[in-house]
């Protein structure tokens, strides 16, 4: 990584860096939307219902991930762009060993959380069966994808995105088609889709472990010790993308609350249906983050903050340009969209009708979250974690509790984009603010 190309070929850089990590993460968005068609279509609207109503969990292991390693990367990558290698592997070794016990402590207090779960949604019968038998085995799975994206991120660190790409795009195939053959030809049901997920992860982990002992510049294996300084300044580095992952997975949680008592498991499959557009989008204006976040945080150890902006304004602009493509796309296809994943004709109007008002918040949802990677980047915690809160818990919150109360289903598609809409007002002021202090450091 070298200032002078990225001061010269800044958008070029940009696009190395995110376009492995978008593809990366388009290729998961792609693995959940064929598993919907597979639970859709071989196991029916129940089945759809119930793997949405454990998102919360996907989204806390996610959080704890995203937490510890865009937080320790962080710090790895400031100490790399101030030429200290011996501390930037150290901090490596730190962030994976910490993100696998963490993932591991999830998993066991997740065993004891489900019937209280199930219990407080009013889920039962299929859709409760549906549940056990996905998430029992998604517990295995998901602290190995945890792994799997910690070291990710170090190999896009590392300035070798493209392989990691590779490795995803391996783990996308494979699952994909284990999902065809234990739910088509063996007829696992929901249980074949979460085991197809475990093994695929597990054998992609294969060559990212090589990646480390045998490819890797920069970040290698090796023994560390253990510093409470670094993994406080981790987590905190990181908390904001963990309050946006936990704020998601309560913000789901609520959701599925308030749609189960007044629309029932109907509307619950519906909302699913167009949460995986949400959910691939969010992973494009992800992947930007994660490919602009070593670069922001490279630039800024160098000293080289005008640069840091410069790159988090064309990362902005890119994730609002991506939104409008995606609202066009989806308004020209809403009505052949919810057919492709359920026959019932009244799932299949909620969908079209709701998709319009929900993509909305497309238009604001790039920007808020990218800003939030550059304050995490530049390591101004309180910032991130403010957007984060405000558009992943507090406001969204507060709008699903609301709006449906006044507008039925409507609210429900409304929340997203008003909360976007509100936390993009504090995001600009945030902006703003520290426009402010840097004129004022000038001067002095």
């Known amino acids: 990584m070298e200032l002078d190309q990225i001061r010269e070929n800044g958008a070029r850089v940009l ?83 910490t993100a696998m016990v963490f993932s591991a402590v999830v998993s066991g207090v997740m065993v004891c959380c489900f019937e209280p779960i199930l219990s407080v949604l009013r889920a039962d019968g299929e859709v409760k069966a549906y549940f056990q038998g996905y998430y029992r085995i998604m517990l295995l799975q998901l602290p190995v994808m945890v792994l799997n994206s910690t070291f990710g991120m170090f190999i896009r660190g590392d300035g070798n995105p493209q392989y990691y790409m590779k490795v995803s795009m391996g783990n996308v195939l494979l699952n994909i088609f284990l999902d065809w053959l234990f739910v088509d030809r063996l007829g696992a049901g929901v249980a074949g889709i979460a085991l ?77 249906i167009v949460g995986y557009v949400a959910f691939a989008f969010n992973m494009v204006v992800t992947g930007f983050g994660q490919g602009a976040c070593p670069l922001i ?58 998709i319009w008002i929900f993509m909305v918040s497309f238009f604001f949802m790039g920007i808020n979250a990218i800003t939030s990677f550059y304050f995490t980047a530049i390591q101004k915690a309180f910032a991130s974690a403010v957007i984060s809160f405000l558009r992943g818990l507090f406001l969204l919150l507060l709008c699903i509790f609301v709006l449906p109360m006044l507008f039925g289903m409507t609210g429900v598609w409304l929340a997203a984009p008003v909360t976007e809409g509100i936390t993009l007002l504090v995001t600009l002021f945030f902006l703003w603010k520290e426009k402010m202090e840097e004129r004022l450091l000038a001067h002095r």
Request: charged content about 15%; overall charge positive.
């Open 15 to 97: 696009l190395r860096f995110s376009a492995p990590a978008i593809a990366t993460m388009l290729l998961t968005a792609l693995v959940t939307i064929a598993d919907g068609f597979f639970i859709g279509n071989y196991v029916g609207k129940d089945g759809i219902a119930a793997v949405n109503l454990g998102l919360p969990i996907i989204y806390l292991y996610l959080g704890v991930g995203l937490m510890v390693s865009v937080g320790g990367m962080a710090i790895a990558q400031n100490a790399m762009g101030a030429g200290k290698r011996e501390i930037c592997n150290q901090v490596f070794m730190q962030t994976i060993v």
């Open 196 to 272: 197809a997920s475990l093994l695929s992860t597990l054998i992609c982990l294969g060559p990212v472990l090589y990646y480390f002992m045998k490819k890797a510049r920069t970040y290698r294996f090796c023994a560390f010790r253990f510093s409470g300084k670094v993994c406080l300044r981790s987590v905190l580095n990181g908390s904001s993308e963990f309050i946006g992952e936990m704020s998601t997975g309560i913000a789901m949680f609520a959701y599925n609350f308030v749609i189960m008592r007044k629309i029932g498991a109907d509307g619950v499959t519906a909302f699913t």
């Open 297 to 354: 945080g490279f630039c800024r150890g160098a000293g080289e903050k005008a640069l840091a902006v410069g790159i988090r304004k064309r990362a902005n602009r890119y994730v609002f340009w991506a939104g409008a493509i995606v609202f066009v796309i989806m308004a020209a296809a809403s009505d052949w969209y919810g057919g492709a994943f359920v026959r019932n004709a009244n799932i299949k109007e909620m969908v079209r009708s709701g």
